[in-house]
């Protein structure tokens, strides 16, 4: 499944002030670099990829327990990376503080 347009639209709209993006197809789907950094993808599998501080992730999953799931690698879940369903991201609202969370870790 290709990655959502338009998902990959509002995050490049969230993105518009920062500097040192850089936007890359990887993992079948659109990742956003900042200064070489991988940060925040609209996922080939649908959904966002975040990646947030590793040792946040457990609290974020329970936090956000319906749309959340850890980034599984090689069938093991990689620390400081998750999924966000489309569901999740769906608004603006839900979208941004990813988007955020993702930019301050890189």
Do not use: C
């Not at 969230?14 to 670099?33: D, N, Q, V």
Request: aromatic fraction near 6%; hydrophobic fraction near 40%; charge should be positive.
């Amino acid at each position: 499944m290709p990655y959502d347009e338009s998902l990959a639209a509002r995050i490049r709209e969230l993105l518009a002030s920062e500097p040192g993006i850089a936007e890359k197809r990887m993992f079948g789907g659109l990742a956003f670099l900042i200064d070489g950094k991988l940060s925040v993808a609209a996922s080939g599998s649908g959904g966002l990829m975040a990646r947030v501080a590793p040792e946040q992730t457990d609290e974020l999953l329970n936090r956000h327990q319906l749309h959340a799931e850890p980034f599984i690698m090689r069938g093991r879940p990689i620390d400081g990376w998750l999924r966000v369903t489309a569901e999740g991201v769906k608004t603006r609202q839900q979208l941004k503080p990813w988007v955020s969370r993702s930019v301050a870790y890189a």
